[in-house]
């Protein structure tokens, strides 16, 4: 990635009804705290050497980051937005999904196309599965029993089952995927490809391509 913000931004939304949206700045080595109600940035927190993937925890108070030339997951507290931890990964970490329950981080580590888990209470590495080559989106179905990343240079969508930590499908989409994530219901997933201008539709329970969405490129 050459941009100097990483497309991955997430909302917190907070008891006093605001919401907060934050940004990883690939090149700038920070994290970028926005105003959705203003429409304004308002902090920007130095972290890690190339922050790329965020995610929150399940109760807003801790943001997780993909330090990607320093191979480790940071964890930024959201209230007083510090570094106050760091958990191990795979070489280059790209983006990261945590389980429903938020006990395991599940990383796409792209120099080795793996997928790492982190038992996050433990703060240790648990295991690795074998994905596609450049693996990158990352996504857990509602109900945790599925897990999906996506491989650029293969251009699949993997589906792992998170027990087995095996894949159990792969479905073909097009050029370069990029993200992924679930409906709310679990019924759908949805796939980018950056190259292809597509966004694939894929049932879950089929294993199979319902639809593509394409866009002009």
């Known amino acids: 990635m050459t941009i100097s913000a990483f497309l991955c ?4 939304f907070t008891p006093a009804h605001a919401y907060k949206a934050y940004v990883s700045n690939e090149k700038g080595n920070s994290v970028t705290v926005i105003d959705t109600d203003k429409l304004e940035a308002i902090a920007t927190v130095k972290v890690g050497r ?3 993937g965020i995610a929150l925890n399940k109760d807003g108070s801790e943001l997780y980051i993909c330090a990607g030339d320093d191979d480790a997951i940071q964890a930024l507290d959201t209230k007083t937005l510090k570094i ?3 958990l191990p990964s795979g070489p280059d970490p790209e983006l990261l999904a945590l389980s429903p329950d938020g006990s395991i981080i599940y990383v796409s580590n792209e120099n080795d196309n793996l997928v790492t888990l982190i038992d996050v209470k433990k703060k240790e590495m648990i295991g690795d599965i074998p994905v596609g080559v450049e693996p990158e989106g990352m ?9 999906v990343n ?9 589906l792992i ?22 409906k709310q219901d679990g019924s759908e997933l949805w796939v980018s490809s950056e190259v292809g201008g597509t966004v694939a539709v894929i049932d ?10 394409s866009f002009d490129i």
Do not use: W
Request: proline share 7%.
């Open 9 to 12: 931004a997430i909302l917190s």
């Open 50 to 52: 190339r922050p790329r």
């Open 84 to 86: 106050t931890g760091k």
């Open 139 to 147: 996504a857990v179905s509602p109900d945790g029993k599925l897990l």
């Open 150 to 158: 996506t491989s650029e240079t293969t251009n699949m969508a993997h």
């Open 161 to 182: 089952d998170t027990q087995s930590k095996e894949i159990v499908a792969n479905i073909l989409v097009d050029g370069r995927p990029r993200f992924a994530e679930f």
């Open 204 to 213: 879950p329970v089929k294993r199979e391509l319902k639809q593509k969405i």
